[in-house]
């Protein structure tokens, strides 16, 4: 989508993600970004190409939150912040769509969100039928939250998906993973913990983390033949704000 492309290049640090929420509200490119997403409703879903189904959801759960991160900047506590990713915030076609029936509905493939007990949609659900078929759980390091831990806003094309994406989850692992006392510990991002099974458990997700890491912090936990402790970053819910 070239308008969240735009709207990157013109509001966010490159280095650090950090967006002056308040200037991007009253900017051109929230406006082109916001008029993009109000055409979604006359959109037939049909004209998505399976190979670009979750490009095209990856780019609109950005979109909405870009277009909505002054409101989830200022939530006043992480339970207000879910709730606003709950509540209903465009319509793609015939359906009303929240971020996170974006999100856990159809990136997921209709699995409960961390914390809950139901998929966030019915099986009789018309909307799953725009599932992605390929799931790819490199979607959790793609989507942006306007959080200091969250992934930092992407674009993303569909003949350019896999490489993008696969760069995308490199950048955000070698910047959030730890290696330390000599590859004793190993320190995950919270996405491990709260979606251990996406990743096919623990050892996995580690085995995951770690192909994406520079060489030398590899040799160091591989040289403990398997006697590594993983641990778990704590999420940094704070707005991603200069300063």
């Known amino acids: 989508m070239e308008a969240l492309a735009a709207a990157r290049a013109a509001h966010f640090d490159a280095a650090s993600g950090a967006c002056d929420y308040a200037a991007l509200q009253a900017s051109a490119e929230r406006a082109r970004v916001a008029a993009c997403l109000a055409e979604l409703e006359a959109f037939d879903l049909q004209r998505v190409a399976i190979p670009a189904q979750t490009a095209f959801w990856l780019n609109v759960f950005n979109a909405v939150v870009l277009r909505d991160s002054a409101e989830l900047a200022g ?26 029936d974006i999100e856990h509905g159809l990136l997921r493939g209709n699995l409960p969100k961390f914390g809950a007990r139901r998929a ?22 793609a989507m942006y939250s306007v959080s200091r831990s969250s992934p930092p806003l992407n674009a993303f094309g569909a003949g350019r998906l896999d490489g993008e994406l696969e760069d995308a989850t490199a950048r955000y692992l070698q910047r959030h993973v730890r290696v330390e006392n000599d590859g004793a510990v190993v320190v995950l991002p919270r996405q491990f913990r709260w979606y251990a099974d996406d990743f096919g458990g623990e050892r996995n997700a580690l085995a995951f983390a770690l192909a994406r890491l520079d060489d030398e912090a590899v040799d160091l936990v591989d040289r403990r033949r398997g006697r590594v402790k993983v641990r778990y970053a704590e999420f940094d819910w704070r707005p991603n704000v200069p300063g």
């Not at 939530?75 to 996170?100: C, I, Q, T």
């Open 75 to 100: 939530a006043a506590s992480v339970r207000a912040a879910n709730a606003l990713f709950e509540r209903p915030r465009l319509k793609v076609g015939a359906f009303e769509y929240s971020l996170d």
């Open 120 to 141: 966030p949609m019915q099986r009789d659900d018309p909307r799953l039928a725009y599932m992605p078929l390929a799931y790819d759980e490199r979607m959790h390091f």
